[in-house]
Nanobody, 115 residues
């Protein structure tokens, strides 16, 4: 089993920054990628950013140039640096990990951006 614990959400004004952290624990031995999804009220969950074991990254078009994903492999942790936040970034952000074709999810952390 794998457990994911997120931290770093909160309330910020438009234009501000937040940094999300996610720490994975448990049986981690062949991790494919870690990443972040978000889900706004009334909308489907969407991919925000992903970082693969080899270091390559994927970012949603809506966050390119504003968000950066990084990781600390030794700590099995992934981070999402969010700059120039917009009200439309308001959502619950979920940490995600894929290992051996199985998805794992964190409990989610709320990010609210006020205008």
């Amino acid at each position: 089993q794998v457990q994911l614990v997120e931290s770093g959400g909160g309330l910020v004004q438009a234009g501000g920054s937040l940094r999300l952290s996610c720490a994975a624990s448990g049986s981690i031995f062949r991790l494919n990628y870690m990443g972040w999804y978000r889900q706004a009220p009334g909308k489907q969950r969407e991919l925000v950013a992903r970082i693969f074991t080899g270091g390559s990254t994927t970012l949603a078009d809506s966050v390119k140039g504003r968000f950066t994903i990084s990781r600390d492999s030794a700590k099995n942790s992934v981070y999402l640096q969010m700059n120039s936040l917009k009200p439309e970034d308001t959502a619950v952000y979920y940490c995600n990990l894929l290992q051996l074709s199985r998805d794992y999810w964190g409990q989610g952390t709320q990010v609210t951006v006020s205008s």
